[in-house]
């Protein structure tokens, strides 16, 4: 019986470590693709790239609202620069 009740300790324990591992793994996933998307949004800024093949964020019908939000934050990227020319 001593033998049943360790692999069953042993089960009980790889079941739990491999639920913590997935865990982790779907962390680590999410950051990663969050990663990938700046890393492509960047090269696009920087190098002129298109913003093609960014999972949910390229090549869909989403992308225009996408852009447009992109377009909103360039937009208000401008604001310093114009109240930096201010009269004081």
Same mark, same amino acid.
């Given at each position: 019986?001593?033998?049943?009740?360790?692999?069953?300790?042993a089960?009980?324990?790889?079941?739990?470590?491999?639920?913590?591992l997935?865990?982790?793994?779907?962390?680590?996933?999410?950051?990663?693709?969050?990663?990938?998307?700046?890393?492509? #949004?960047?090269?696009?800024?920087?190098? %002129? /790239?298109?913003?093609? $093949?960014? *999972? @949910?964020? =390229?090549? #869909?019908?989403?992308?225009?609202?996408? %852009? /447009?939000?992109?377009? $909103?934050? *360039? @937009?208000? =990227?401008?604001?310093?620069?114009?109240?930096?020319?201010?009269?004081?």
């Open positions: 019986m001593s033998e049943g009740d360790t692999l069953s300790k089960l009980a324990d790889v079941r739990s470590r491999m639920g913590d997935q865990t982790e793994y779907d962390r680590i996933s999410a950051e990663l693709t969050k990663l990938k998307v700046a890393e492509r #949004s960047l090269a696009a800024i920087v190098e %002129g /790239a298109p913003l093609e $093949g960014l *999972g @949910g964020l =390229g090549g #869909s019908k989403g992308d225009a609202g996408d %852009g /447009a939000a992109r377009a $909103g934050r *360039g @937009g208000r =990227g401008t604001r310093p620069s114009t109240t930096g020319a201010r009269p004081s």
